[in-house]
T-cell receptor, first 113, second 112 residues
Framework: KNQVEQSPQSLIILEGKNCTLQ??????????LRWYKQDTGRGPVSLTI?????NTKSNGRYTATLDADTKQSSLHITASQLSDSASYIC????????????FGGGTRLMVKP | NAGVTQTPKFRILKIGQSMTLQCTQD?????MYWYRQDPGMGLKLIYY???????DKGEVPNGYNVSRSTTEDFPLRLELAAPSQTSVYFC???????????FGPGTRLTVL
């Protein structure tokens, strides 16, 4: 069964600090891995998307890494801001009809001043 | 572009009632999806469509129906609402299956 596990479930950090969120997956056949940011009461918004051959991808202060051998990904947030408070969702796409997505449960990040 | 729009934003239903959740996108995307998100859980795919006239079941289709008569619209129908269908429903679209999905703002549904 395709699964995506994220850790930690929740995290509180001080403004300006860095943090790293983890994602482990068992999805086959693998197509790509995405990180989404979901603000409270809103739909998810894409941050990065990585295919099998990509190890790292950045989007401003967000840097995602992918190790396709160990089936792990991380999202690193640099110099956190209050607006980074949100849920971060790891999503893995299978290479099948409709490119089905398997969603992780998310990490809820709170950035405090 | 308005992107993906969903109506209503909130709805309370009684057990056994029916309703249709509307989803429209103005980006001419071929692929459209319906997800539900339960508290603290990942999104689960209900139904998806790869183009007008074509729909297929996702992971949790029971209790729901969809239609795709146009590229723009992908309504989700609940025929006999049950408390287990209390959730937040998100519609999404993408030009191709492997591309980034664009999500609507969600519909929060409560069944009492």
């Amino acid at each position: 069964k395709n699964q995506v596990e994220q850790s930690p479930q929740s995290l509180i950090i001080l403004e300006g600090k860095n943090c790293t969120l983890q994602c482990n997956y068992t999805v086959s056949p693998f197509s790509n891995l995405r990180w989404y940011k979901q603000d409270t009461g809103r739909g998810p918004v894409s941050l990065t998307i990585m295919t099998f051959s990509e190890n790292t991808k950045s989007n401003g202060r967000y840097t995602a890494t992918l190790d396709a051998d160990t089936k792990q990904s991380s999202l690193h947030i640099t110099a956190s801001q209050l607006s980074d408070s949100a849920s971060y969702i790891c999503v893995v796409s299978a290479n099948n009809a409709g490119n089905m997505l398997t969603f992780g449960g998310g990490t809820r990040l709170m950035v405090k001043p | 572009n308005a992107g993906v729009t969903q109506t209503p934003k909130f709805r309370i239903l009684k057990i056994g009632q029916s309703m249709t959740l509307q989803c429209t996108q103005d980006m001419n995307h071929n692929y459209m999806y319906w997800y539900r998100q339960d508290p603290g859980m990942g999104l689960k795919l209900i139904y998806y469509s790869v183009g007008a006239g074509i729909t297929d079941k996702g992971e949790v289709p029971n209790g729901y129906n969809v239609s795709r008569s146009t590229t723009e619209d992908f309504p989700l129908r609940l025929e006999l609402a049950a408390p287990s269908q209390t959730s937040v429903y998100f519609c999404a679209s993408t030009p191709r299956g492997a591309d980034t999905q664009y999500f609507g703002p969600g519909t929060r549904l409560t069944v009492l």
